[in-house]
């Protein structure tokens, strides 16, 4: 396929702070932050909007003017039991609530890890989980967003690890309440992966960035801001772009070594790298 043409500069209007790029901030601290920072969009995660309960962290956010681009996250499908799944299922709903709450008509998925050996199973569990929570979701007005995580993820956070399984697994339910996130971090090792995104037009619901390091010694908590790794953000939005996603872009950027900087300091490099690496 031939390189998608060159995308034009971004501006921090099409910026989203995930909450965990910035973890040392409450919800309350981000809103403030990014309101200083001139960010119009944030991303909370589940564990933060707790922490205050739901109709104040709505509230907040609304007096604000923030927009809320995603809630993370639902999913977590897989499991040994019919109770366990049962469970799943009902705080899945709870998230739908959550996000409708806040505003948001999008619903990060991480499908979960499979509870034995059986990928199988655990992908038709994940499916089922989809199909189960899609009926509340459609009523909530909140759409699900299966992300595919990379593959080192798969013993703990999701059986669904590739772009391409990803979007079939989107396709099999109606546009628009299902789509997909694109997170760089996790598909850019993909020597398909132009095409991988051409496959997913019509169904990419969310942009995440962040940077693989040269030398990632956690990869869970050793992602790389913008531009300090070898991931081609540039090329890979303007393949998103190409798509027909033109909504915020989330930086998600979950690293200890940042965590340890200011964290004014640390939305400042954020805004910084943002416009120039994204």
């Not at 991303?43 to 509230?59: D, H, N, S």
């Not at 993909?190 to 037009?201: C, F, V």
Request: charged share 25%; proline share 4%; net charge negative.
């Amino acid at each position: 396929m031939n390189a998608a043409v060159t995308s034009a500069p971004l501006t921090v209007d099409r910026l989203s702070v995930n909450q965990i790029t910035i973890s040392q901030w409450t919800l309350a601290e981000l809103v403030e932050g990014c309101q200083r920072h001139g960010v119009s969009t944030i991303a909370p995660w589940r564990e933060r909007v707790a922490e205050l309960g739901v109709a104040r962290a709505a509230k907040l956010i609304g007096d604000a003017g923030l927009r809320v681009s995603s809630l993370c996250r639902g999913g977590f499908f897989c499991a040994e039991t019919d109770t366990e799944r049962r469970r799943a299922l009902e705080d899945n709903r709870r998230a739908v609530d959550e996000a409708a709450q806040l505003g948001s008509d999008c619903l990060v998925l991480v499908c979960g890890p499979p509870p034995g050996r059986d990928l199988a199973a655990a992908r038709a569990m994940i499916a089922s989980g989809i199909e189960a929570l899609l009926p509340y979701a459609i009523d909530s007005g909140v759409r699900l967003a299966i992300e595919p995580l990379h593959p080192m993820a798969i013993g703990e956070r999701s059986a669904i690890v590739s772009l391409e399984e990803a979007t079939e697994l989107a396709l099999r339910f109606d546009a628009p309440h299902v789509g997909l996130i694109v997170d760089a971090y996790h598909v850019f090792w993909d020597h398909r992966l132009q095409e991988r995104i051409a496959a997913a037009a019509g169904r990419i619901v969310g942009f995440h960035v962040s940077d693989w390091l040269r030398r990632t010694t956690d990869t869970l908590q050793g992602r790389g801001m913008m531009g300090d790794g070898i991931i081609d953000l540039r090329a890979i939005r303007g393949w998103v772009e190409d798509a027909g996603y033109r909504g915020p872009i989330e930086v998600e950027v979950i690293s200890r070594v940042l965590w340890e900087r200011h964290a004014d300091e640390l939305l400042a490099l954020v805004c910084e790298r943002f416009t120039a690496c994204v």
